[in-house]
C-alpha cells in the first residue's frame, strides 16, 4: 500500500520560511513523478510544483516561482518544499502526491501552514 | 493558462439518482491529461478517473468519464450515500496544471 506522510507545517510570520517533508513508502519512489498540491481553507485544490524522478526537471504554479523550491531524496524516499518568502495567500493545506501520467494517484493526509502575523 | 470551468457549482440530488458533472476546458487539451477526483470534508482528495475515462484502481464501476471535444463529463450512474462529496477536474495537458473549482454534490 502507498502512504505519502508529509510534515513541517505550521505557523510562520510572513516572510518567513518553512521546509515541508513528505516520506514515501510502499512504491518506487525513484521511478515516480511527485507533485505538491495545495489547499487554501474553504478553497479549491491548486497544483504548486512537480519534480520528475531524479530531481533533474522541475516546474511551478507562477505564484511561487522564486520563493518556494521542490526537490527529492531518493535514497530516503523523500520529498521536500522549501517555502521562502511566505505571504499570507500562501496558507494552505499542502499535500504531496505522486504524479503518473499527469494524475495524481496518491495522496498524503496533508500538512497545515499559516502564514499569520 | 489552460482554466477549467465546472458546472454546476452545487448539485442537489437523492440517492439513488444519476449525476452529471460537467469540466470545460478554456482550450484544447488532450483526453490523455484529463482527471477526476473526489472529496470529502476533513480528507484528502482521492483520484477517481485518470485519461478521462479510465477508472483508478478502487473506482466503482458507478463512475463514468467522457469527453467531446473541450468537454469532459463525469457521471455517476446511481448515487450511494457515500458519493455526496466535492469533485473536481484537473488537467496536466500544458503548465501550470490546473483544477476546475469544484461542484457539490449534496443530498437533496
Known amino acids: 500500500e502507498v502512504q505519502l506522510v508529509e510534515s513541517g507545517g505550521g505557523l510562520v510570520q510572513p516572510g518567513g520560511s518553512l521546509r515541508l517533508s513528505c516520506a514515501a513508502s510502499?512504491?518506487?519512489?525513484?521511478?515516480?513523478?511527485m507533485s505538491w498540491v495545495r489547499q487554501a481553507p474553504g478553497k479549491g485544490l491548486e497544483w504548486v510544483a512537480m519534480?520528475?524522478?531524479?530531481?533533474?526537471?522541475?516546474d511551478y504554479v507562477d505564484s511561487v516561482k522564486g520563493r518556494f523550491t521542490i526537490s527529492r531524496d531518493n535514497a530516503r524516499n523523500s520529498l521536500y518544499l522549501q517555502m521562502n518568502s511566505l505571504r499570507v495567500e500562501d496558507t494552505a493545506m499542502f499535500y504531496c502526491a505522486t504524479d503518473t501520467y499527469g494524475a495524481f494517484h496518491n495522496w498524503g493526509q496533508g500538512t497545515l501552514v499559516t502564514v499569520s502575523s | 493558462e489552460l482554466v477549467l470551468t465546472q458546472s454546476p457549482g452545487t448539485l442537489s440530488l437523492s440517492p439513488g439518482e444519476r449525476a452529471t458533472l460537467s469540466c470545460r476546458a478554456s482550450?484544447?487539451?488532450?483526453?490523455?491529461?484529463v482527471a477526476w477526483y473526489q472529496q470529502k470534508p476533513g480528507q484528502a482528495p482521492r483520484l477517481l478517473i485518470y485519461?478521462?475515462?479510465s477508472r483508478a484502481t478502487g473506482t466503482p464501476d458507478r463512475f463514468s468519464g467522457s469527453w467531446s471535444g473541450t468537454d469532459f463529463t463525469l457521471t455517476i450512474s446511481r448515487l450511494e450515500p457515500e458519493d455526496f462529496a466535492v469533485y473536481y477536474c484537473?488537467?496536466?495537458?500544458?503548465?501550470?496544471?490546473?483544477f476546475g473549482q469544484g461542484t457539490k454534490v449534496e443530498i437533496k
Open positions: 482550450q484544447t487539451v488532450k483526453h490523455d491529461w
Open positions: 519534480i520528475s524522478q531524479d530531481g533533474s526537471g522541475r
Open positions: 510502499g512504491l518506487t519512489f525513484s521511478s515516480s513523478w
Open positions: 485519461g478521462a475515462s
Open positions: 484537473q488537467q496536466s495537458g500544458s503548465l501550470p496544471k490546473t
